[in-house]
């Protein structure tokens, strides 16, 4: 999955809220998507309780909520010429905090083994790092990858639904040689390789446009 660069496609379910919307400051925006983020971290927390696995399907409407308001802010900016390197750089901040609170939830979760989790949270930071770093050593901003953020916005809202509606079915884990692996622990699985394979990916296509340019 690599869906970073189909963000323009959304535009449709933002230009029009923006537009009503233009005369709110963008970084309220930004500060309103950081709290669900952490709200839904909790939420995927608690989710591994009895009795309160019915807050999975909370925590993924909570995802794709977070996910709306993270795009919705730099379309406002951009609408009433608020674009800002300090904007910018605000939203880069909150988004790796959005990650750590979403993945990190899961992470100290009873769905998830920890170290899985800990291997998750690096994956996904050296994804986002490396795609910055590019920019900051004068390479072009990298959203290139088999990982980006609206990849994970994507699989976080999908792998709650299906350990939620696995689990009432009665499968909600499976062994595979002889590892007992519930659904939550593929898509961290899924984070930490694929993330940083990710990473990897970023850094050779940065060290490769940088020999160009000398």
């Given at each position: 999955m690599v869906l ?6 959304a ?27 952490a709200v ?10 009895d009795g309160?696995?019915y807050?999975?399907?909370v925590?993924?409407?909570?995802v ?9 802010d730099g379309?406002i900016a ?11 750089y ?9 990650d750590?609170?979403?993945?990190g939830?899961?992470?100290v ?24 770093q ?9 959203y ?8 994970r916005?994507?699989?976080?809202t ?6 939620l ?9 499976f ?20 993330g ?15 020999s160009?340019?000398?």
């Amino acid at each position: 999955m690599v869906l970073d660069g189909q963000r323009a496609r959304a535009d449709f379910a933002l230009a029009p809220v923006a537009k009503r919307m233009i005369g709110v400051n963008p970084n309220l925006i930004s500060w309103i998507g950081l709290i669900i983020a952490a709200v839904c971290g909790i939420l995927f927390y608690f989710s591994g309780y009895d009795g309160y696995r019915y807050l999975l399907g909370v925590g993924a409407a909570a995802v794709l909520i977070s996910g709306y308001f993270d795009a919705l802010d730099g379309k406002i900016a951009k609408l009433a010429g608020k674009a800002s390197a300090k904007g910018d750089y605000l939203d880069h901040v909150f988004d790796r905090y959005a990650d750590v609170f979403m993945i990190g939830g899961v992470a100290v979760s009873s769905w998830c083994n920890p170290y899985l989790g800990m291997a998750a949270l690096v994956g996904v930071l050296l994804t986002s790092y490396m795609g910055t770093q590019a920019q900051a050593v004068g390479a072009p901003r990298l959203y290139a990858g088999l990982l980006g953020r609206a990849d994970r916005v994507v699989l976080s809202t999908i792998f709650p639904i299906i350990q939620l509606i696995m689990s009432a079915a009665g499968y909600g884990s499976f062994e595979i040689y002889g590892f007992d692996i519930c659904w939550m622990e593929i898509m961290m699985i899924w984070f930490a390789v694929v993330g940083n394979l990710t990473a990897v990916q970023r850094g050779i296509i940065t060290w490769r446009n940088l020999s160009k340019e000398n």
